[in-house]
Structures are given as C-alpha cells and as structure tokens.
C-alpha cells in the first residue's frame, strides 16, 4: 500500500477518486485567484507581471507598487490557502478522519498550482511562498517551525528572501517525510518543494552570480522638476536599466 492513511481509512476507491478529484478542482481554482495580479490589473490599472522580474508575485508587488494594497495582496494568498485546506479537511472528515492530513497536503498542491500557473491570467502567476507556507502553519507546527524558522533566519539575515524561498521548498519534503513518514505525504511533499525551487530557478542563478536584489522597505522614488526632466531625460533602454538598480 503506497500510503498507510489510506489503507487505515478504509475508504473505497471509488469514493477516494472522487473527493480526491473535487478537493483538486475547487483547491487549484482557489488559488488561482492571484491577488497581486487582480490588484495590480484591476485597481491599479497596471500589471506586476510587466515590472520588475515579470513575476506575479508578493515580493515582485511590494517592489514595484508598495503601499497598503499589499496587505491586500498578503490576504487574498493566505485566505485561499486557509479555504483550500479547509475545505479538504470537511471532505476528509465525511470519509474518514485518517484522511485528513493527506487531504490538506493533496489540497495544498493543487492550490499551489493554481498560485503558480492560474488558467485565469494566462498560466503566468507567483511562486507561492505565502500560499504555501500558510499551508504549512495548517498542517502541523514541526513543519511550520521547520520551514518558517529556515526561512526567516535566512531571509532576515542575507535580506534575500529568494534564499529563505529555496530552504521553504528544499526542507519540506524532508520534515514531511520526517513527521508523518507516509509515502504519499511525503511523494506530495517533494513535488512542492520541486515546484517552489523550480518556480526560483532564475532567483538560483542570480544568488550564485551574485546579482540577485537584497529586499529592502519599499520607498516611493521623487518625481524630478520639469526642467530637471528636459535635461535628464533617457533612452527608455537606459530608463529600465537604473529603475533596476534603484
């Protein structure tokens, strides 16, 4: 049996694939509702994915717009995280309680792949580092620590929170594997952690070049005189090159 939960719920088959397949639909639809595009797009009147590192990300957002639509943005990450799962546990409560924790983490890749490739914005979303370390707090608080504590320390310490992304991604397979030692928990667990890591491939790349951006408060640039703006006006070229660097 490829995992002991399944075998102890004794839940047929038929009945499994079923709510496995509801708990798939509504999880990756929840989460592609993507709140740095929906904000940006459509209260802003602008697209994150057109700024910065094209990604529809919480980080890439508070770059380029700051403000407090971002906690709208922190929000709309976390609640459908929370509803994805809860709604996976009400599932896995009406077939057997040995369900629930295979559900949660089923519920939360669908909805972390929702997150990253949303059929609703052209399959191009964000990385899901808030998604999914909602999801963790929801499972259990040794995963949490795990990968929370990794993250923050990291992240806090270097200000690359691409750094703190990757451990998320690396060391949740392994505390999965570690605390529920079930095999399709932890098969579930390493597809995240391979999706998150792959999702931060170019963060990767950048780290070891050395070019990667650290994270800082979000401060809006002044916008210069008008007879400042005759006299330094760019190439738009060279105008996307310093909005890089500032």
């Known amino acids: 049996m490829i995992s002991h939960m399944i075998q102890q719920s004794g839940v047929t088959w038929g009945w499994l694939a079923l709510a496995a397949l509801g708990t798939a639909v509504v999880s990756y639809f929840l989460g592609c509702f993507n709140g740095s595009v929906v904000v940006s797009r459509y209260i802003l009147r602008d697209d994150v994915r057109t700024h910065g590192s094209g990604n529809a990300g919480l980080t890439n957002f508070y770059r380029t717009f700051g403000g407090p639509l971002t906690a709208v943005v922190i929000l709309s990450d976390v609640l459908k995280a929370v509803i994805a799962v809860l709604f996976s546990s009400w599932i896995a409560s009406l077939l057997s309680p040995e369900l629930t924790v295979l559900g949660k983490y089923w519920s939360g890749l669908f909805c972390l792949l929702g997150h990253m490739f949303p059929c609703t914005f052209q399959f191009r979303g964000g990385k899901g580092i808030l998604s999914g370390g909602t999801i963790a707090l929801m499972l259990d608080w040794r995963v949490a620590l795990v990968v929370w504590g990794g993250f923050l320390i990291l992240a806090i310490a270097t200000r690359y929170v691409s750094l703190g992304s990757c451990w998320a991604g690396v060391s949740f397979p392994f505390v999965s594997g570690f ?8 098969l579930l667990s390493v597809i995240v952690g ?6 931060h491939r170019g963060n990767i790349v950048r780290l070891v070049n050395g070019t990667e ?3 800082t408060l979000h401060k809006k640039t002044a916008q210069p005189e008008p007879a400042q703006a005759e006299t330094q006006e760019l190439e738009p070229e060279e105008q996307a090159d310093v909005e890089d660097h500032t």
């Open 179 to 186: 605390v529920y030692q079930d095999t399709l928990v932890t």
């Open 194 to 199: 391979v999706l998150i890591v792959w999702k």
């Open 213 to 215: 951006s650290k994270f």
